[in-house]
């Protein structure tokens, strides 16, 4: 389990009282007065590292527009530390060699202060090494577990979205009380896919239940029907998480062949990140249910928090584009952008950041953030950071499809998400 | 690990800039696409079946243009100096703008607008890059006040050879370059190109640019494709392929050029395919981004275009032998390479059709940016939505069938020019009928095909 830490470390804590005295002041002041100040500071600059092509390009599209919005909002409310924030947006291409180029060039050419907002795995995976060889602190979004695992650096951090890892296990409780114990898998049979099944597996054994039998599909594959009859009988739960332009495919097969009389399905939204539930073929997911990391529907009980940040990136009620109905956002995962930055900016005002030789203070400051309330900084929901894994954890939600609506029927604990440190990154110097 | 999947759907709807064209493809997976390919396939087969029983002078007469009256406007070369100033300008803007290529305007003017949208116009109107080439009008400058004569004679047997090769740069910059979209990088091959062109064109003359120079040999090549030529001298309009018959005859170069815009052409949309990738030994579901397949993809590209040729030469080779003709085979090939334009213009339209309405957006908003007119959302809903799918694949597989069914009518009227009458016409042409269907259902195989890169 993690272990919450008390408070702040020795050095941090003094830069933390000094800025929270700065801040005092500068609250004190009116505000076309902190404007003017911070108008005149040099800006921070924040390297985005954004998928603007490649395999991640839908999801970069919507990860610039909730980190333009997040920088929007801080700079309106003062910036950080009187300065303004600046964006410097760099495309990856979603590729790890690209990606570990634009690291560089964020530190080299555009004397950027962090680097910030990598989505994909391998692209993280293939930049954080440079990230850490160039001292810049590298804030990422993606959910992989490679942060926690040890995998990575002191330099790189995931404070603003939990961990796959975190995620599978939390499902575990409710799925073996509500749905049933005995469980089929299917899942694409690569690294993505066997994440799932060893973390589920052994999860759901936990809770006293069983998986009767786990299906690989090859990840090429594109009609399903032939492995449906390996599905045991006395199946209760079918957890899926196919992914790839076949996934509609899966899923309309799958009505067929079940006629809608089969087990309970359970599913990761990521399947259907970015398309409207209520797509024509998609009809057979009436009653299935999902983990959503944010619920893409308007709950009835939406927190003025979360309203305030729909509105703030230009979301509906569905979770699609005010612009246009159509045009399905990445609800579930987006958030993590907006976090991340405030994230930060909590960070840098506790360390008193003024420039790049702050950057190792900077990563005390946020290792040593232990609870983050929900609120408007973390409209998701309340999180809590493990500063020696480097890795946020926090609330997960079940949603079932009810009429076309994705409703909410369970929140996770966060302790329901937590797991045994893998690594300490406190003790790797800077 | 997951998230390199995490894309899910996205994987496929990703709204396809241009050098990540998957896009609706979870829809598309859902239409009935080997009904439409089938029917593709038979409309192009009852081409050939219609004109082996109709009058031999049919496919002639239907490409017969009609003259139309025309002030031609004097403009010379103030369009070429202004494309250049833009073009220097857009350069500029590249090294020292924002970095995102979706937000820079040289990325978004060179791929979208010139490569998507020009290239279209070109091939579906005339010859628009006449006028705004950006080389003739600083040449014509830098001549008026210098007084500048080309040293050099263009060697007359390099022919077209050195615009293929450019050609073939082009097009291994785009498939293969880790970035090309990159604003920085774009600038550099962009402005050296310009100038390397330019001191060609002082160098030899305007036969540069006709022979070596690859943009303007394929606009040129495009623009026979076009309604709108020149007939007798004046303005004319016609069906479009017209201008194919009305051309001169193709030399060896221009033959093998005509093919490798195809022949990349098609390696651009066979390179994301699932297939490509199965070859490669890659998991679809998991592309580990181009860096790791520049030199797969440059082979395959090479291996593409030098296939095409292989193939289109053997089908004539044969149907010759099936005619009892004795014409050489390399006159054949010349004197039917350019039949192979329409399908070449439409698998070009086709295949970025949904990426000009995705990144077309982008050119809009960033006009309506530089002149203050306020946000344009950037959307891919409808990419989203099985109707508009489906009216984009449908839209999609019309080009190109109809590409290959002016392809069958130019190559039987071409034909029918040798005076063999119309049934050795026909036994002739077979091979290359069967080969016409065959890439039919190639290229819808293409549209619809899973795509993982």
Known sequence: ????????????????????????????????????????????????????????????????????????????????????????????????????????????????????????????????PRAGELKLPYFVVSEG???????????????GITDVKSQVQAMAPYVAQNLGRKVTMVFPDFAFGHDHRDFFTAAIEAQGGEVLEHIAIPPAETSFTKYFPKIPRDTEVLYHVMVGPAVLTFVKELGEFFGGQGPALFGFIDSLEAVAIDSPGLEFLENSYFWEGMCRHRQPDESADETFYREAVGVDDRGASVSDARDVSTYAHMFGCWETLHVVKAGMEASGYAGPQDRAALIEAVEAMTDMPAGRDHPQGAKRFNGKTHQVFGHQYISQVQGGQLVRVHTTSIEDTLYPDEVDYTTQAF | MRVIALSGIC???????????????????????????????????????????????????????????????????????????????????????????????????????????????????????????????????????????????????????SGVLGLLGFAGFLLADPAPADPGRLAMAVGLYWCAMLVGLLAFGP??????????????????????????????????????????????????????????????????????????????????GRSAVVLPNLLGLMAANAALVAAFAACLWLGERIAGGQASLRALFCFYAPTILPIALAYHIAHYLTAFLVDGQYVLAALSNALGLGHVHVTTGFLNTPGPVRLIWLGQAGVVVAGHVIAILLAHALAMRTGRGARRAVLGQAPLAAFMIAYTVFGLWLLAAPRGA
Request: with cysteine; net charge positive.
């Open chain 2, 11 to 161: 994987l496929a709807l990703m709204a396809g800039t241009l050098w990540a064209h998957a896009s609706e493809q979870g829809f598309v997976l859902l239409l009935p696409t080997d009904v439409y390919i089938a029917a593709g396939g038979v409309t192009v087969a009852l081409t050939v079946v219609l004109l082996a029983v109709l009058p031999g002078g049919l496919a002639e007469a239907l490409f017969r243009p009609a003259p139309v009256p025309w002030m031609r406007p004097r403009v010379r070369h103030a369009a070429s100096v202004l494309a250049a100033l833009l073009l220097g300008w857009l350069v500029w803007r590249g090294l020292a703008g924002t970095r995102d290529p979706l937000v820079n305007p040289l990325p978004l003017v060179i791929w979208v607008v010139f490569w998507i949208g020009l290239v279209s116009a070109q091939g579906l109107w005339g010859d628009l890059w006449r006028g705004i080439n950006p080389w003739t009008g600083p040449a014509a400058i830098m001549r008026r006040i210098t007084g500048w004569r080309a040293p050099l004679r263009y060697p007359r047997r390099a022919g077209h050879w």
């Open chain 2, 207 to 288: 036969a540069w640019l006709l022979r070596a120079e690859a943009v303007t040999v394929l606009m040129r090549a495009y623009a026979r494709m076009g309604i709108a030529g020149r007939a007798g001298g004046r303005l004319a309009l016609g069906l479009p392929g017209w201008q194919v018959l009305a051309a001169p005859k193709a030399g060896a170069g221009l033959a093998v050029f005509i093919l490798v815009m195809l022949g990349s052409g098609s390696f651009d949309g066979l390179n994301e395919t699932f297939w490509w990738l199965g070859v490669l030994g890659l998991n679809p579901l998991e592309f580990p």
């Open chain 1, 1 to 128: 389990m993690i272990t919450p830490k008390s408070g702040l470390k020795g050095t941090t804590r003094r830069a933390a009282l000094k800025t929270l005295a700065g801040a005092a002041a500068g609250a004190s002041l009116p505000l076309w007065a902190r404007y003017t100040h911070a108008q005149t500071a040099a800006p921070i600059k924040v390297g985005f590292q954004v998928h603007r092509t490649g395999i991640g390009a839908a999801y970069g599209r919507w990860y610039d527009r909730t980190t333009q919005a997040a920088v929007k909002l801080i700079n309106e409310g003062g910036g950080i530390n009187g300065r303004m924030v600046e964006i410097v947006a760099e495309d990856d291409g979603t590729d790890p060699k690209r990606g570990a180029e634009v690291v560089e060039k964020f530190a080299n050419q555009h004397g950027c202060d962090i680097g910030f907002g990598t989505l994909f795995s391998h692209v993280v995976i293939g930049s954080a």
């Open chain 1, 145 to 159: 577990h490679h942060v926690a695992s040890g995998k990575l650096n002191r330099y790189t951090l995931q404070p």
